[in-house]
């Protein structure tokens, strides 16, 4: 079986997104886009919201092609690039970029997939994600907290039917005061 993995940066009072769907905020930093590489590196499918595939595709297809793109950018593009996906839109008529559209039930895909043999997969996105967690299929968080309050937009954790119990098992700090937690869900 599979692990589902669901991480993204996040600020200190919990949103992905300022409102507006400003993304903005974050201020990302050479210490902490080598970490996303090497946990993207890590993945064998990704699993997108139509939000946050349209965020990614609108960049990463030509990311190592721009002229200031580091050498950790060039293999993140070329990474993105050649990782499969699964991009969950009904709104959407077409994807490209190793990627499928599915506009069928997503909870019922992505149980299907996590019982596939394979590697890990990521969710991303917070409709996805959230439905995901609502159907406990979240196997492991990575929140990537940092110094900054939002006071509303798109929030990282989904309204949940019961708890969810999760054990620590990392925890990281990055330049600009910004922490990651990683934690796994208690079976």
Request: proline share 6%; hydrophobic share 40%; glycine share 10%.
């Given at each position: 079986?599979?692990?589902?993995?669901?991480?993204?940066?996040?600020?200190?009072?919990?949103?992905?997104?300022?409102?507006?769907?400003?993304?903005g905020?974050?201020?990302?930093?050479?210490?902490?886009?080598?970490?996303?590489?090497?946990?993207?590196?890590?993945?064998?499918?990704f699993?997108?919201?139509?939000?946050?595939?349209?965020?990614?595709?609108?960049?990463?297809?030509?990311?190592?092609?721009?002229?200031?793109?580091?050498?950790?950018?060039?293999?993140?593009?070329?990474?993105?690039?050649?990782?499969?996906k699964?991009?969950?839109?009904?709104?959407?008529?077409?994807?490209?970029?190793?990627?499928?559209?599915?506009?069928?039930?997503?909870?019922a895909?992505?149980?299907?997939?996590?019982?596939?043999?394979?590697?890990?997969?990521?969710v991303?996105?917070?409709?996805?994600?959230?439905?995901?967690?609502?159907?406990?299929?979240?196997?492991?968080?990575?929140?990537?907290?940092?110094?900054?309050?939002?006071?509303?937009?798109?929030?990282?954790?989904?309204?949940?039917?019961?708890?969810?119990?999760?054990?620590?098992?990392?925890?990281?700090?990055?330049?600009g005061?910004?922490?990651?937690?990683?934690?796994?869900t208690?079976?």
């Open positions: 079986m599979r692990k589902l993995r669901y991480g993204m940066n996040v600020s200190l009072d919990g949103y992905i997104a300022a409102p507006g769907d400003d993304i905020w974050s201020e990302p930093n050479d210490e902490l886009f080598q970490w996303w590489l090497d946990e993207e590196k890590a993945i064998e499918q699993l997108y919201g139509r939000k946050l595939w349209q965020n990614m595709s609108s960049y990463w297809p030509t990311g190592d092609q721009q002229p200031d793109a580091t050498p950790a950018q060039i293999e993140f593009a070329r990474n993105w690039r050649d990782t499969p699964v991009v969950f839109s009904s709104t959407i008529d077409t994807v490209d970029w190793n990627a499928r559209l599915f506009d069928g039930d997503a909870v895909e992505i149980t299907r997939l996590k019982a596939e043999d394979g590697g890990p997969m990521r991303g996105g917070a409709a996805i994600a959230g439905a995901a967690m609502r159907a406990g299929l979240i196997d492991e968080y990575a929140v990537v907290t940092h110094p900054i309050l939002l006071g509303g937009g798109r929030p990282f954790f989904a309204a949940l039917d019961g708890w969810v119990k999760l054990n620590l098992v990392e925890t990281r700090t990055f330049p005061g910004v922490v990651m937690n990683r934690y796994e208690r079976r």
